[in-house]
């Protein structure tokens, strides 16, 4: 059995829906949906997909390690060419003719090919034309070809230690939030002017992709500006911060 099988046949066995899965696990419907039909591409890499997963398993109340094995076997272990994954990630477009590269180009590729795959996600999510709706689907709802309006403030919380406020002030950006156990609080888009609190017993990592473009409250403080419009950063704030 694939794990997209596995994944979907534990999500009915538990008798929760897609849109529930979401819910729960803010992670998109149609990403869900990519995944079990084992298609990780959309996922941000590896990185980002194993902690889907471990989210996804603790929401159906599956051990993680079992999606986590079934992933290293069936995806970080499959055949595919360099070119295969940099089109994949919409790194380079699908050469026309095969290319010879050098010995020297693949080394630098291969070296720097983990970074590319994380980072390349974010560059397009920031520069797509087209807005995903966040997750608060129903069954019977159709899509809209308008903008979705700012939601209201919604708080995440795997405990009351440190509390992080994020606000998309200036405009959109892309955010990936998760605790000090590893446990996915959040991953995708919030729109300008559109609000998310998280909470954890330990500490709260962030990663920005449009540095510029939010203000962060840690604590009950005012953080100074984090970085310039377009940046991607890391930031991880805990109980003292």
Known sequence: MSLGSMISEARKDA???IDDLSASTNIRTTLLREIENNDFQHCGGET???????????????????????????????????????????????PDQPRKVSWKVLA?????????????????SNGATTEVPAPVPSASSSPSSSEPAPQESATTSTGT???????????KSWLFVSDAAGTVLFS??????????????????????????????????????????????????????
């Open 48 to 94: 980002y997909a194993r902690g889907h997963l471990r989210n996804i398993a603790t929401k159906l109340g599956v051990n993680p390690q079992l999606f986590l094995d079934a992933f290293e076997e069936e995806q970080v272990h499959s055949s595919k060419t360099m070119t295969d994954l940099l089109v994949e990630t919409s790194v380079m477009n699908q």
């Open 161 to 171: 230690g440190v509390k992080v406020v994020i606000k998309a002030s200036r405009a």
């Open 108 to 124: 630098a590729i291969s070296i720097g090919s983990l970074f590319l795959v994380g980072i390349a996600q974010i560059i397009i």
């Open 15 to 17: 008798g929760v829906s």
């Open 188 to 241: 995708g888009q919030i729109q300008q002017g559109v609000s998310k609190t998280f909470t954890s017993d330990l500490s709260i990592n962030l990663k920005v992709g449009n540095a510029g473009g939010v203000d962060l409250t840690v604590n009950g403080n005012e953080i100074e500006s984090i970085g310039a419009d377009g940046e991607v950063v890391d930031l991880s704030y805990g109980v003292d911060s």
